[in-house]
Structures are given as structure tokens and as C-alpha cells.
Nanobody
């Protein structure tokens, strides 16, 4: 199992970027995979998650309407489009297997199997 995230960078508030995650050992078409982020001094939080094999999608309230999760099953790759970025989106973004309980997405991949993440910095 391996996750490789990419696409992060420095953007100004309001700008967009697309993050990519290549998931080895998973099948994006039916595995519940998602995106998490960790800002400095804060706990890791679930951002978006394909919450079942039928494609139901979870978004954290803080990103609804601004983030879009998608996947290219032929490439076994998952994406996170960050639209209209804001300074509070500054964090390291990770992909992992996920599950949704109530209104919160939790990772099901052991932290020892996570990738290096990709840094997103939103600043003017």
C-alpha cells in the first residue's frame, strides 16, 4: 500500500490548484479513499472522502462548495481541486482510505502507511 501526493504549492487567496494522489494497492473505482489535511498546530482533519463504492461523497463543512474530489480509475489516481483558496486552507494534504461516521471523515489507513503529503500554502 502506498500513497503518493503531489500538486501542492504557494498560491494567493482566491486562486485554484489541483492535488493528485496515486494510490498503489487500492482500486480507486471502489475503495473508499479521501483527502485529509493537517495545519500547523492542529489535528489532522478529513476534507473529502468517497464514502462508499457507489460514489457518495463527503465534504467537510469548511470546504463545501470550494473543494471537489474526483478520480480517474484508469490511472488509479484521485484528485482534489481547491477552488477559491483561503489562508485557512494552508496545510499538508494527504490521501488515505477513509470512512465517514456522522459528519466526520476518519482515516482507516494506519499512519505508518501514509505518504509524505503535499504542502499547500495560501498567502498573499
Amino acid at each position: 500500500v502506498q500513497f503518493v501526493e503531489s500538486g501542492g504549492g504557494l498560491v494567493q487567496p482566491g486562486e485554484s490548484l489541483r492535488l493528485s494522489c496515486v494510490a498503489s494497492g487500492f482500486t480507486t473505482s471502489h475503495d473508499t479513499l479521501g483527502w485529509f489535511r493537517q495545519a500547523p498546530g492542529k489535528e489532522r482533519e478529513g476534507v473529502a472522502c468517497f464514502s462508499n463504492s457507489r460514489g457518495a461523497i463527503y465534504y467537510a463543512d469548511s470546504v463545501k462548495g470550494r473543494f471537489t474530489i474526483s478520480r480517474d480509475n484508469a490511472k488509479n489516481t484521485m484528485y482534489l481541486e481547491v477552488l477559491s483558496s483561503a489562508p485557512e486552507d494552508t496545510a499538508v494534504y494527504y490521501c488515505a482510505a477513509c470512512t465517514v461516521v456522522g459528519k466526520i471523515a476518519y482515516p482507516t489507513t494506519p499512519y505508518g502507511s501514509w505518504g509524505q503529503g503535499t504542502q499547500v500554502t495560501v498567502s498573499s
